[in-house]
């Protein structure tokens, strides 16, 4: 056995332990079959969305209302009707909403408010002065075939065309925090989802060397600690590499159909920080996870075992992801803080705070808390699996010998 001057330092050691463990995973045929796994789901998804985007479109495109006096009205209607065909689909399908009589008004934003059918937008005024209320996005982009459809309503030749007054719906801020949490609620959903289908694989890995004795070569040569440490390290490796390969394909999918996606609200520290938050906090939550894993593992001999013990860890990190969840409605408050020192809900507490909010220090300090935590997880680990199995392995030997040596004099 070796001494301890005669071991690797505990970084060199972990070092040694992650690159063996994540090239060995890497290159195996399960790693490839375990990766083609959620990929079939996605394409499947994509492929429904797109189909459902294209029955939505077929089945119910959005439509303009228009109200104005009687004859205005069914002039707008029958311009519209007749250069549909020369727009291309750029002016939607106009539809009568009233004929008014004159100096009458009408209220453009009840009407949207109430949306009958596909109501997307509401023409009123006069053919040579019109006004299209409705959502900015979608009267901006209307703007020029409504001037083109007022013009021929009203007779003139092919210029000049009206002017469109605009009238956009604001947007509040309370509808802008609404997509912000949105944002938040996803993310939990994607973290906890990434880390409860890939944390696993740190169990089957501990457990198959335990069933071959390499654990305990592996431990009698390095640090427990440094074992642990390099385990996690390349299992969490081989995941990044697994999400980049779904990320990829699934990057590529949405992009294809990102005509059909509705446009995401923007977090409140922006995409790049959020996308780099996320990782990070994937990573500390993975780890977390992970060195329970390994706890767990060390107590379990076989993979019967490990699910059995394994299940209790599971119903406790949907405990925790509900907990999380229930912090985001409770900004500020005793709850929220306390989702963010335990632990376990720290990442999923932290990364939705970072949709919600814009400071960014409290993120440091998150980190740092969650990086200790993953620290004393793992040496907590290390000391079960030494008193649990070391020890137990110690005691069959002396058991072993002492048997022998009975044995022996029983003989003589």
Known sequence: MMHNADRLPRWRAALVVARRDFVAVLFSRAFFFFLLGPLFPVVVAGMAGGLGHRVANEAGSPTIGVAMEAGQTDAMIAAGMDLAPRLGGALPTLVPLARLEA????????????????????????PDAPILTGPSDAISRWEAPLALVAATAAGHGPGPYPTVSLAATATSGAKAKAGQIATAQGAQV?????????????????????????????????????????KLFAMLGVSLV??????????????AGRAALPVLPDPAVGW???????????AMAYLLLGSLFLAIG?????????QTLSMPVTMMQLLVYFFATYALTRPGSAVEWAAIVFPLSSPFTMLAKAAVSPALLPHLAAIAWQAFSVAVFIHLGARLF????????????????????????ART
């Open 103 to 126: 100096g009458e008004e009408y209220d453009a934003t009840a009407s949207l408010t109430h949306k009958p059918g596909n109501l997307a937008a509401v023409a009123t005024g006069t």
């Open 190 to 230: 994607l973290l906890f989802l990434l880390t409860m289908l890939l944390a696993g694989m740190v169990l089957s890995n501990l457990v198959e060397e335990k069933g071959n004795k390499i654990i305990e070569i592996l431990a009698a040569a390095i640090p427990l600690d440094a074992l642990f440490l390099g």
């Open 242 to 255: 697994g999400i980049a390969v779904w990320g990829s394909v699934g990057g590529g999918i949405v992009w």
């Open 272 to 282: 790049p920080v959020f996308l780099a938050l996320g990782v990070i906090y994937f």
């Open 298 to 306: 060390s107590m379990a001999a076989t993979v019967r075992e490990v």
């Open 386 to 409: 030494r008193r649990v199995v070391m020890k137990s392995g110690s005691a069959q030997r002396h058991k072993r010998h002492g048997l022998l040596a009975r044995l022996r004099m």
